[in-house]
């Protein structure tokens, strides 16, 4: 006689709650993963994380590097013929992976993220090198990548000094307005 197996459902739950896609309705065409630019790079292509979810395997998705590389790019929803979104669904994992405690296996993502928002939020726009400067006092790589950084200052890529936008009181009230919904 066969024994069933059961799914551990959830986790898919999980990510439907936080973002709203049923990631039940991917029947596995691949089309978001030929079409994924950073694929290549990803150790589980957005199909197979999204099978993963499918069958609970929280574990495997969460501490694996393949969410934290989505672009956001949207080319797989594009593509998709069911439009499910598979950036709300990295987000999501995202989202579950920090609240659980789950460690970013890529740390230079999370200090690019945090670094790129800090200075937007101060300037109203990005400042190349306190961009660089942050990331690589946040991941530890100070020297990592300084021969190509100072070939690109001296060839006039990045401004020594910081820039304020002109709209920096909107982009201030913006944040404020996030910062508000996130405590609630």
Known sequence: MREILKVNTIFAE????ECGEDVYSCYQCKKCALGC???YAMRYKPHQLIRAMQLGQKDLVLKDQSIW???????????????LD???IADAARIIAEREGYENPVPEIAAFNSSFLSLVERFGRIYEI???????????????DM??????????????????????????????????????
């Open 69 to 83: 590389l989505c672009l956001s790019c949207q080319t797989c929803m594009t593509r998709c013929p069911q439009s």
């Open 86 to 88: 598979f950036v709300k």
């Open 147 to 184: 021969v190509m950084g100072l070939h690109l200052f001296f060839k006039g890529k990045f401004g020594l000094l910081p820039r304020k936008a002109e709209n920096i009181n909107e982009v201030r009230r913006i944040f404020n307005n996030v910062k508000e919904l996130e405590s609630k």
């Open 37 to 39: 630019p950073t694929a």
């Open 14 to 17: 999980q990510i439907n709650k």
């Open 130 to 144: 306190g961009l660089v400067a942050l990331i690589k006092l946040k991941t530890k790589q100070i020297t990592k």
